[in-house]
């Protein structure tokens, strides 16, 4: 054991001495907290630029009545950044002049003429329709349960005003109003934005119509606790920079270290290779420590993190350093030259940040993404983080845990076999 | 048949007690031998490394393996420190059979290495370095007085990559004596360094002798080896083609003596030629070689008999001419044969 904490200090002593590796393992990870904190967890909503050309005017140049609380309603939303286009301009070439060269988001939302009184009569159309439907449930001869009890002559004298009402429909015209969106197919919030507007114009109809909401979403958490945006990035961060140090490191020191004979210098004292592996993944756990030490203590101080690791937080980055402190082995064993197995780590370290839901939820993924990301060990300590450390559920950390120490022995013992200590 | 078979056999005829202690001796660090190879083959894939060599090295005797590049030299010396494994014969170094893993570790404690184009961590220091090393073993000599003793004390505190190629060497045979080995290992000690760096490794290399260490130590270079080596054991292609000690080496294989005269006029040089047929003609410049050094006597009445006033240079023979003889070929600086 005192020749493996040899190695773990020499690992660490080389380290710091390495400006690339401190700004990488510490200040890199720091830098995509602050940048993730900034741009998610500011508090406010999402703005999307949109131009907006209203074509249904007054004589007096002003908006339609019914185009103006339309307006209205998507600006109390706070989504949108509002561009007005005048009614006599060509909306395109508007639109276009507006962003210029430079390019931008071209996204134009137009409400056209006749909004106003199409909106109306397709209310009143509705409204007449809604009372039809009720006035021929209140003439059916089979009664539901708690329904009014209605005699013969009452049900005569409401068939009269029902046909009465049907003559009513006929004069009214009730089609549909357009609303048109144009936009850029290189727009990747056009989606986003196009259902947005859909939910605003559907809420505009059923406030026409005289719908109330009879639905309602309250929202609770199973935790005890009242997190920040922030608080759920800093798990994946750090399990993300966990992976990234400790693979990336290993590799390089063990194929840089065996390039160069240091390895074999070492080899030819008493120090073994279990030793050796010993030293080095006991090194890496450290720098997992520092590194998740350091982004809660700026996380807490500057950033406003509520969440404080416990036990099994402790031990999920224990897991995760050994697991990928035997994949950098693997990695380092199987290479040898020191450029082609840092080129390798890095192939295998960045798809696996992004594809393991460490910068974003894996639930707005393609199915095929979260098959992918299942299969990856990144996975399950970001989940296993994130249970033990802003979840309810205390299981859910447990089986992450179970699991990354499972993959962990597995990484320990087949990288042990790649890494050479004597010749043949 | 070695002297140490002999005794057991005579041992075996005549009394357990005797074999006892013969076996005893034989197998213990009291034996005079440091170094045992017998029948040493190391064959990779279809290439025989090391074909068929036995030697012994002396305790406290410095032993230089001498050859060109690619010629055995270091998978030997990694056979004799159990990081390669024997195809077939023995190996046993400072008593222990390096083929029993169980030896490995305690063997390790016993010998200190300078392994070829030795390399330190660069970030570290002088002084870091070499206690990384010294912590590896469960006792080790005092850092600062070693770091006196290899003239390390002004660079003590600056890291492996700001050192010259002679300072780093110096590190790795500081690094080699960590933990006061009885037994030191050099691989190509002096490659690489000028000429001043060399003398001063060579200086270090000539006090472990004083100090009693066992010495073995591989080089292309034939002046090291001359200059340092008690023994020296000539190796090409895998064989070793010659043994024994450097100045017998010389006398016997190493042609003679060389009697060089420069700015010599073309007839005197036929005449020399006419009187002595062994001699070569290079220009101006005649060199004759002589077996005894008594003969260069006649050389001089010869040339005095006719007024040759030229001057005259004797040369010693060298391991160049030994190697030259045994190969046929020359060994260039960077230890290629030509």
Redesign the interface.
């Given at each position: 054991m005192?020749?493996a904490i040899?190695v773990a200090?020499?690992t660490l002593?080389?380290w710091s001495?390495?400006r690339s590796a401190v700004f990488f393992t510490i200040l890199f990870p720091l830098m995509l907290l602050l940048i993730f904190s900034t741009v998610f967890g500011g508090g406010g909503n999402p703005s999307f630029s949109i131009f907006i050309q209203n074509l249904d005017t007054e004589e007096d140049g002003g908006p339609s009545e019914m185009s103006a609380v339309f307006l209205e309603i998507l600006n109390s939303t706070e989504m949108f950044d509002i561009s007005d286009i005048p009614a006599d301009t060509d909306a395109n070439v508007f639109a276009k002049d507006a962003i210029g060269p430079l390019g931008g988001v071209y996204r134009i939302l137009i409400i056209p003429e006749g909004f106003d009184s199409g909106i109306i009569s397709g209310a009143i159309g509705n409204r007449i329709s809604v009372t039809q439907s009720t006035l021929q449930l209140l003439l059916q001869d089979e009664r539901h349960e708690g329904a009014p009890i209605i005699s013969q002559q009452e049900k005569e004298q409401i068939a009269v005003g029902a046909a009465a009402l049907d003559g009513v429909v006929e004069e009214i015209d009730s089609e549909e109003t357009h609303l048109v969106l144009v936009s850029d197919p290189s727009d990747t919030s056009g989606q986003v934005v196009y259902s947005i507007l859909i939910s605003i114009a559907n809420s505009f109809n059923n406030g026409l119509v005289g719908v109330g909401e009879n639905i309602v979403f309250d929202s609770e958490s199973v935790s005890q606790e009242a997190f920040s945006a922030v608080d759920y990035y800093l798990p994946g961060l750090i399990g993300a920079f966990i992976m990234s140090t400790t693979v990336i490191g290993v590799t390089s020191q063990n194929t840089e270290?065996r390039k160069?004979?240091?390895i074999?210098?070492?080899?030819?004292?008493?120090?073994?290779r279990t030793e050796w592996i010993v030293g080095s993944i006991l090194a890496q756990t450290v720098l997992a420590f520092v590194l998740t030490v350091i982004m809660f203590a700026v996380g807490w101080v500057v950033l406003g993190v509520t969440a404080v690791p416990n036990l099994l937080v402790v031990a999920m980055v224990i897991a995760g350093a050994i697991q990928f402190s035997g994949l950098g082995m693997l990695v380092a064993g199987m290479i040898k030259d020191v450029e082609s197995a840092i080129a390798a780590s890095n192939a295998i370290v960045f798809p696996m940040m992004f594809l393991s839901g460490a910068f974003f939820p894996l639930d707005a993924a393609p199915e095929f993404i979260r098959t992918i990301a299942s299969l990856l060990p990144l996975k399950y300590l970001i989940d296993g983080l994130r249970f033990g450390l802003i979840s309810g559920f205390p299981e859910g950390a447990i089986i992450n845990l179970a699991i990354t120490s499972g993959l962990a022995a597995a990484f320990v013992i087949i990288g042990s076999i790649t890494t050479r200590w004597?010749?043949? | 048949m070695s002297v140490w078979t002999f005794l057991i056999i005579t041992c075996l005829f005549n009394d357990k007690e005797c074999l006892y202690f013969v076996l005893f001796f034989e197998n213990s660090n009291l034996s005079s031998v440091a170094i045992k190879v017998e029948g040493l083959v190391k064959i990779y894939g279809t290439i025989r490394a090391v074909d068929n060599i036995s030697f012994e090295i002396k305790k406290g005797e410095i032993f230089a393996l001498l050859g060109p590049n690619g010629a055995g030299k270091t998978t030997t010396l990694?056979i004799l420190?159990?990081?390669?494994?024997v195809t077939k014969g023995s190996v046993h170094v400072l008593g222990y059979d390096v083929s029993d893993n169980q030896n490995v570790?305690k063997l390790?404690?016993e010998f200190g290495?300078l392994?070829?184009?030795?390399?330190?961590?660069?970030?570290?220091t002088v002084k870091?370095n070499l206690s990384?090393?010294a912590?590896?073993?469960?006792k080790h000599v005092d850092l600062k007085q070693l770091i006196l003793t290899l003239d390390l004390e002004d660079k003590t505190n600056s890291?492996f990559e700001d050192l010259s190629g002679g300072l780093k060497q110096r590190l790795g045979i500081a690094?080699a004596l960590v933990?006061d080995p009885k037994m030191v290992f050099l691989d190509e000690p002096t490659t690489g360094l000028d000429p001043r760096a060399r003398r001063d490794v060579w200086r270090v290399i000539e006090g472990l002798k004083k100090e009693g260490k066992t010495v073995f130590l591989t080089t292309h270079y034939m002046d090291e080896a001359e200059v340092l080596a008690d023994r020296v054991a000539i190796i090409h292609k895998g064989k070793i083609v010659a043994i024994g000690e450097t100045n017998a080496l010389l006398e016997k294989s190493g042609g003679g003596r060389t009697v060089i005269l420069e700015d010599v006029p073309e007839y005197i040089s036929k005449e020399i030629k006419d009187r002595f047929p062994e001699a070569k003609i290079e220009g101006t410049t005649v060199r004759i070689q002589i077996s005894k050094l008594k003969d260069v006597n006649n050389v001089i009445s010869y040339l005095t008999e006719k007024g040759v006033e030229q001057s005259l240079q004797v040369t010693r023979p060298s391991l160049e001419n030994v190697f030259l003889g045994l190969t046929g070929a020359h060994l260039t600086e960077e230890g290629e044969l030509v």
């Open positions: 005192k020749r040899v200090d020499l002593r080389n001495r390495i270290f160069r004979g240091i074999k210098r070492l080899s030819l004292t008493p120090l073994s004597h010749e043949n | 990694e420190q159990s990081l390669r494994k570790r390790k404690k290495v392994p070829q184009d030795f390399n330190a961590i660069d970030k570290l870091e990384v090393i912590k590896m073993y469960d890291k690094g933990n």
